[in-house]
């Protein structure tokens, strides 16, 4: 008898011991705001409140497919011609264009944005260029096109996004045989026919993966899309939640948004399976490049430096000159200071977070003990990246919220006192979305460095005594140590560059460097906010040299 009832609590322990209690509260709370939009978007139908969806979804989900259209076949094409041109030929600047054009990634969209109306401006150096040069003496004397409209927006947006498809054709391009394209010259087709026929073709899945990478920012979007007059999905439901103040016909929008991106994210996934698949064939044997020379060597520069002087000269090079202009008259930007003290805050803590969170996901991935319905809910809670910052902001509102009046009530009841708005209106409620949005980066740079370690490293240190703590101590977390510090790099530069979570989220008074830029550039005066936009491209700089890095040693190896 003692021994069954041994045997029964000895199952149930094992029990509980299989249940992914972890990975259902990480799940959970990742996936909180998606189940409160819902709630809202559902439970507003009875009230009539639907009819919204007759009015603005239409014009929401035409502009918005409009700007994607544009983005996507521009930075498709843009970043498959760069891949290809630096993956096959050698002309003048090949080796410094390789790495310099992943560049425009280090600049927001919204930033890149206000500087280029900027660099465009009657008071821009092109305009002035052009008083010059005719002799005019005001706009009404020549004809000028207009930056801040819906194509201005595609234009802006393709310049920076297009990294996202060159670096994943790229990759592809150099984990391809060559003997495919040698095979190819010598069975007599040239160049251009080589390109049309093989490296299009079976790019496609890396096109694929780019183009959707360059799609999510796009829905991400809202300083951008705000300052060319778009009228995206995003603005609009920033606009309905907070000019109309209609809640729940903004979570009606969200949840659309919701199910673009889960079709990006299943596009994005098929892909990408297929790309490995052909990565696989021959890995081993680089393709050859191919000298050029003459014209064909100079065109293939300009077009490469052209397209590095568009995403990220320009942009750069007018932060810089406003940001001198503004110091040498001797002026400073107001609020600048907490401005940048709150951003380093909030990105340490979110780096934080994220790295404590990204380590436990990532071990727990690569655990054998760990069930599959245990890994598929750790995929689920790091698919948050996908969730543009608006949504996100949408979905934790009313939870947080809620917890906030529980809390007030609790503490009134109990000490006959009210804390406020503890939870939905201080850094935490920022942190939690930074957490559920960043957790990919976290996870995925520490599930690489788990798997390139391997497990034989820990069973050693087991066989030789060390468990527990002196395990995790003193082997575990030293060996993964460069990831952790690559992780919490990447988390903290994107906490940095972050603006529609942190402009909804934000404690009431309180500003980032992002959000200090949106509110100069929303008032017309980006010159004053110039010097703070210059210190997030600095930072973002951070992750695209560490990127450039990483691929040299994988070329070199």
Known sequence: MAIALAKHIAGKTQGWKLLPIGSLVLVLAAGLPIISLLIAAFGAVPSGNSGLLARMLP????????????VGIATGTIGLLAAWLVAHFDFPGRRLLDWGLVLPLAIPTYLSAYA???????????????????????????????????????????LVLYPYVYLSCRAFFLMQSGSMTAASRVLGAGAYRTFFTIALPLSRP????????ALMEVLNDLGAVQYFGVNSLTAVIYSTWLNRANFAGAAQLAVTIVLIVGILIWAEQHEAKRRRYLGHRDSQTPPPLERLYGWRAFAASAACTLLLALGFGVPVFELVSLSAKYLMAGRSVAGILPALFNTLTLAFMGALVCVVIGLYSARHFNSKRTGRSAKGMLRIATLGYALPGTVLALGLTAPLGLLDGWLNDFTRATLDWMPGLIISGSFFALVYAYS???????????????????????DAAQVLGAHGWRLAFRVDLPTLTPAIISAATLVFVECVKELPATLLLRPLGVETLATLVYQQASAEVFTS????????????????????????RRRVS
């Open 116 to 158: 280029w109306v900027e660099f465009l401006d009657f008071t821009g150096p092109i305009q002035t260029g052009v008083r010059m040069l005719t002799g005019a003496s005001s706009i009404r004397d020549y004809w000028f096109p207009e930056i801040q409209t819906p194509a201005g927006a595609a234009l802006v947006m393709s």
């Open 436 to 458: 559920i949005r960043f957790l990919a980066v976290s996870h995925n740079t520490l599930d690489a460095a788990i798997k390139r370690r391997g497990p034989s490293l820990l």
């Open 206 to 213: 890396a096109i694929v993966v780019g183009v959707t990478l």
């Open 59 to 70: 014009i929401a989900l035409r502009d918005t497919g409009w700007l994607m259209l544009q």
């Open 529 to 552: 906010a110039a010097l703070p936009a210059l210190a997030i491209v600095l930072a973002g700089l951070v992750p695209v040299v560490l990127a450039s890095h990483l691929s040299g």
